[in-house]
């Protein structure tokens, strides 16, 4: 989540990259809920892969995309 003022100018990308990079696994996952589509684009803009759908074993919880990122290998 970014504050409005600081959204469109790359500081989410930054961010996305600065929390990535230094992590020394080789994949990292994610969960994205259905119900917010604009969020997919920028996540397969930055080399995210949708892996098929999951719902939480918890009640009510929404459908998630899996998504999976394969990260730079140091």
């Known amino acids: 989540m ?8 790359g ?11 230094v992590r ?11 119900d917010h589509p604009t969020v997919h684009a920028p996540y397969e803009a930055w ?5 098929g759908d999951l719902r939480p074993l918890i009640p009510d919880a929404p459908l998630f995309h899996a998504m999976l990122f394969d990260l730079p290998q140091r």
Request: a positive charge.
């Open 2 to 9: 970014v504050r409005l003022p600081w959204r469109k100018i």
């Open 11 to 21: 500081t989410v990308c930054r961010l996305h990259d600065a929390l990535l990079t």
């Open 24 to 34: 020394p696994k080789e994949r990292a996952t994610l969960l994205a809920d259905q």
């Open 47 to 51: 080399g995210w892969h949708t892996l």
